[in-house]
């Protein structure tokens, strides 16, 4: 199962027509076609009621390339960085909490950019891979055209001591370590996408 946000709300992509539907709510759909999938999301975005989506078909993959093909499709990466008193590192723009995250420039792997982007957003250097996390996947229009976001993510430690300072260039007013406070606090306003990937990581 794939799990896309729109803003708050979610569409889900299964195989498992059963499982969802007995476990969920939401509105079903069973994939008939890529131009009636358009009309579908459409319909999904007009009415704010609907809060979970889930569009079904017995070949994932398939159902997923369709979907995608519905949108201008973009790749990114980022990082959740641990330093060494175990806080995590929380960028604030367009004030909401975040992690650091960018897109990947052509020729760059997942991993170059996640590290790049996390170093060039928060003014540190030195981060190290540990393992990878969940991609998560989210919708947004720019010039009136949506556009679906890849974004792979990674666990990284940070062994060093500068202290971090934001990107402005890229609209990032704060960079912080969170300790548990101040992750209490990011939980409360952040992308649900990163509550996931929290979850993942115990946080």
């Known amino acids: 199962m794939y799990k896309v946000f729109f803003n708050e709300r979610k569409v889900y992509l299964t195989s498992d ?9 939401g509105l079903f759909y069973k994939f008939n076609g890529k ?3 358009k009309e579908l999301l459409l319909i999904f975005l007009a009415i704010n009621k609907i ?12 159902l997923k390339r369709n979907f995608i093909s519905c949108f201008r499709f ?7 960085v641990f330093n060494s008193r175990g806080q995590l590192l929380f960028i604030n723009r367009f004030d909401k909490w975040d992690l650091p ?8 792997t997942p991993e170059s950019a996640a590290i790049r982007e996390v170093e060039e957003e928060c003014g540190i250097s030195g981060v ?10 989210h919708t947004y229009f720019l010039k009136n055209t949506p556009h679906l976001k890849k974004t792979y993510w990674y666990r990284m430690e940070y062994p060093g001591n500068e202290p971090p300072s934001p990107q402005t260039g890229e609209f990032i007013s704060k960079v ?6 101040e992750l209490n606090m990011a939980r409360q306003n952040t992308y649900g996408s990163i509550i996931d ?3 993942e990581a115990g946080c």
Do not use: V
């Open 35 to 37: 131009d009636e999938l």
């Open 197 to 199: 990937l929290l979850d």
């Open 74 to 80: 973009i790749e990114a990466a980022g990082g959740m």
């Open 128 to 137: 190290k891979i540990k393992s990878r996390l969940q991609c998560t996947y």
């Open 176 to 181: 912080i370590w969170a300790g548990t406070r």
């Open 101 to 108: 995250k960018g897109k990947i420039e052509p020729g760059e």
């Open 51 to 62: 809060n979970n989506l889930f569009i079904y078909h017995n070949n994932l993959e398939e």
């Open 17 to 25: 027509f059963l499982k969802s539907f007995q476990e969920n709510y």
